[in-house]
């Protein structure tokens, strides 16, 4: 089945690095999403890779895939406190449009 | 450009009685309409998809159920709530492109207290 794993909590200092990690089940998957929860509203999509990829990077985002170990994670450089907020990881499965997401890991910034 | 729109902000209902969550898409069309669940812990559970109008995929068995009766219109509905329906319910569209990368797009959420 399709299942999505997630720490439930991260917390770093400002200026420090971040690393959020994702572990999923369903190797049919062709891409893997990271997205970002404000307190209180919807989630916006920060970024994607495919499925052969190994490895992103935009901006302060870098995001590793390894496909033998179906694990994810997203590296945010320079942490700030406009960083906090909850991060979902998500698979969407080959041939279908389901899109599964993560238990979430909410990330504080602190000073 | 595209919008979702997602009502009410907040409800809270009393226990046995309906519930009708209302989301609609402008902007787009034939998109692929989701509802998930959000609740304390447990991540964001992929309740409902749907690909097209009366077409709808159910992913977890429970007393709630989706219709959509127009292309942008989704609707999340319940005959008698139970306490446990209590979470916060996002609505999502993404577009329906074979072999597109299916970024969702979130509504604004309804946070619903079953008393």
């Known amino acids: 089945g399709e299942d999505v794993e997630q720490s439930l909590f991260l917390s770093v200092r400002e200026g420090d690095s971040s690393v959020i990690n994702c572990t999923y089940t369903d190797s049919s998957s062709t891409y893997l999403y990271w997205y970002k929860q404000e307190p209180g509203a919807g989630l916006q999509l920060l970024t994607y890779?495919?499925?052969?990829?190994d490895m992103k990077q935009d901006q302060r985002l870098t995001v590793l895939l390894n496909k033998k170990d179906k694990h994810l994670s997203l590296r945010i450089a320079d942490t700030q406190t406009g960083d906090s907020a909850i991060y979902f990881c998500?698979?969407?499965?080959?041939?279908?449009?389901?899109?599964?997401f993560g238990t979430g890991t909410r990330l504080q910034v602190f000073p | 450009s595209q919008t979702i729109h997602q009502w009410p902000a907040t409800l809270v209902q009393p226990v046995g009685s309906p519930l009708s969550l209302e989301c609609t898409v402008e902007g787009t069309s034939n998109p692929n309409l989701y509802w998930y669940r959000q609740a304390a812990g447990r991540g964001l559970q992929l309740l409902f998809y749907s690909v097209g109008i009366g077409q709808i995929s159910s992913e977890v068995p429970q007393n709630l159920s989706a219709s959509r009766p127009q292309d942008r219109q989704f609707i999340l509905s319940s005959k008698k709530l139970l306490l446990s329906d209590s979470g916060f319910y996002l609505c999502?569209?993404?577009?329906?492109?074979?072999?597109?990368?299916?970024?969702?797009?979130f509504g604004q959420g309804t946070r619903l207290t079953v008393v």
């Open positions: 890779i495919f499925s052969n990829m």
């Open positions: 999502a569209w993404s577009d329906h492109r074979p072999g597109a990368t299916t970024e969702a797009f």
């Open positions: 998500a698979e969407s499965i080959r041939n279908t449009d389901k899109l599964i």
